[in-house]
Each structure stands twice: as C-alpha cells, then as structure tokens.
C-alpha cells in the first residue's frame, strides 16, 4: 500500500474555548497545529487542513485548506470525507487523520494504523487506548481511512449519520491500541483548564 496523505482536522467549533480556532493557541512557545504538522508530517507522504470559514488565517502554515461539503458543522466525518475527496483527487488510497488539538499523539501513529489494517479491503482503522472500566477507548478523530469508501460515507452523512465509531462498525473496522503511559497520548485540548495541563506536561 502507498504511504497515506495526512489531513489534520480543524474544522470544530471550540465552543468550550470560548470559540475561534484551537489550532491556533500557543503551547510552550508553538501553536498546537505546528506541534500536529511536526509530529504527523513525517509519517505521512503530504499533509492537508480541514478547516471552515476565511481559510487565509491558516496561509502561514502552507498547507491545502479543506473546508466541508456538508452543511452544518458535521462533526469529523465531514472532515474525513473533505481529505477522502482530496486525497482521490491526489490518486492516494488512503488518508490518516489527526486532531489538530491534540499536540502529544504517538509518533508511531500512522504505522501502527496501518498495521491494524494489514489484509483489509478497505482499510479502515481507528486509534484506541485502554481503559480500565471501558475496555478500549477509540479516539474518532485519529483514524486510517479507505479513499474507496468516500461515497458510502458521503451517502451516510446525507442520511443523517454523525457518529464515527457507527459508519467505522458497518464496514467492520478495527482498531489499533496505544499504550497509556504516565497520561492518554490523546489528550487534547478543550478547554483553558486544559491548555494548563498541557503546559504542565511539556
């Protein structure tokens, strides 16, 4: 399989944050998306912003602006679809996504997912962590996903369908599972008390 496109999902609303865009706070001295771009560009063979609205406030970090082609903020299926329509335009097969708040998710990311995917027809992998009282957490906006699914899943969000973890179990995905060391690589960042905690662990 070719090595994926990269597509950082920013196309949330930040309401706990007070609005505006999350990607753009300030961690240790770097926005929370050059931490993102870092870390996931190496694993990926082009990299590309899912973003709504004036995408000019995004033009210093170079990089393709994305916005959804469903109406009404759909959450991050939306966002996969506007990289899965990318990425075919690109003639890619797959794309890795990750969340454009969540600035310390394993460098060993996109292998691992593509791992998980090995034999797959349509590979299809969401990132996972354990939990004690849950069994394995997924994380929705970290996931490896089939550029040859984009129409099933452009149908599936005109029928209404907003939760990842449902489109990822009616094509039988899998998971890939990270180790939870002294905090969950997935944290991210929702609120300022967040950003605190994120300082904290830097």
């Known amino acids: 399989m070719k090595q994926p496109l990269g597509v950082i999902l920013a196309g949330g609303q930040a309401t706990r944050m007070g609005g505006g865009d999350k990607g753009l706070l300030t961690l240790g001295g770097q926005t929370l998306l050059d931490r993102v771009i870092e870390r996931l560009s190496p694993q990926v063979a082009a990299l590309a912003l899912n973003a709504n609205g004036d995408p000019s406030r995004f033009a210093s970090f ?42 310390f998710f ?6 691992q997912l593509l791992l998980a995917g090995e034999g797959m027809a349509h590979p299809l992998v ?13 994380h929705p906006t970290f996931g490896l996903w089939p550029v040859s699914l984009r129409d099933d899943l452009r149908d ?10 449902l489109w990822s179990d009616r094509h039988e995905g899998r998971t ?6 002294t905090f969950d690589p997935f944290f991210n960042v929702n609120t300022p008390e967040d950003l605190a905690r994120a300082e904290a662990l830097l």
């Open 126 to 138: 969401l990132a996972a962590t354990p939990d004690e009282k849950r069994g394995q957490i997924r």
């Open 156 to 165: 599936a969000l005109e029928g209404g369908l907003r939760k990842v973890v």
């Open 62 to 103: 170079g990089l393709p602006v994305l916005a959804d082609s469903v109406a009404g903020f759909a959450g991050p299926l939306a966002g996969v679809l506007a990289g899965l329509d990318w990425a075919a335009e690109q003639g890619a097969e797959t794309i890795v996504t990750a969340a454009a708040d969540t600035p």
């Open 106 to 111: 394993p460098a060993d990311l996109v292998p």
């Open 176 to 181: 890939a599972s990270f180790p939870v060391a």
